[in-house]
């Protein structure tokens, strides 16, 4: 089994999201991997979201939520995320531009990502991996997939200095050692973190 890595540089976030965002779907592509990396939910989670998990009704007015909350599929554990107030705006301008008719009639029982195949049908997880891994492969990325995205997002908290136990509980997993090795910590890691020292 292939194992797939996080993609360690903020230049590379952005390359990414420049492929993604070529193309009819363009707009659908490049939130999908913003969530991806912006939270700790897996493909699986992600694909099943429904406008009615992203959109709330505030005032009158039609709003992104500041949190994702969902029970994970795989482990049936509630996880809540706080959603940044670009990522908010991401959510907004898509389900505007996406589906003006569902917004109006305040019908979000739809899923955010659609197949283009059948009548409102989650994008499937193949479809999932075909967009990420073509737009990896166009900047020269190896070993990513849809699991990379879920990686991105631990592997930026914890160089950024996030507690490793922090991290563990986003990610759901049973042990420190398992987030370690989940997010691709390098030797490389290891080594700089001592070289910083200097003592």
């Known amino acids: 089994m292939k194992i797939v890595e996080p993609i360690r540089e903020k230049k590379q976030i ?23 990396i912006n939270t700790a939910y897996r493909i699986s989670d992600l694909r099943r979201l429904k406008l009615s998990d992203v959109l709330t009704v505030s005032r009158g007015k039609i709003i992104a939520k500041d949190r994702l909350e969902m029970k994970e599929q795989k482990t049936g554990k509630h ?10 705006r991401l959510i907004q301008d898509y389900v505007m531009d996406t589906f003006p008719e569902c917004v109006a009639a305040h019908d979000f029982n739809h899923y955010l990502f659609q197949s283009r195949k059948g009548i409102d049908q989650p994008l499937s997880r193949q479809a999932l991996w075909n967009v990420l891994s073509s737009a990896a492969n166009s900047i020269g990325l190896k070993n990513i997939g849809s699991h990379s995205m879920r990686k991105t997002f631990g592997y930026f908290l914890y ?40 003592l």
């Not at 200095?161 to 991290?167: A, D, L, P, R, S």
């Not at 759901?172 to 398992?178: A, Y």
């Open 14 to 36: 952005d390359s990414m999201k420049a492929i993604l965002s070529a193309g009819k779907m363009g707009q659908r592509n490049v939130l999908l991997f913003s969530i991806g």
């Open 79 to 88: 996880n809540s995320i706080i959603i940044s107030n670009k990522l908010r």
């Open 159 to 198: 160089k950024n200095g996030t507690h490793i136990e922090i991290i563990q509980e986003l990610l759901n997993h049973s042990s420190q050692r398992e987030t370690l090795r989940y997010i691709g910590i390098t030797q490389e890691d290891k080594d700089t973190a001592v070289m910083s020292l200097d």
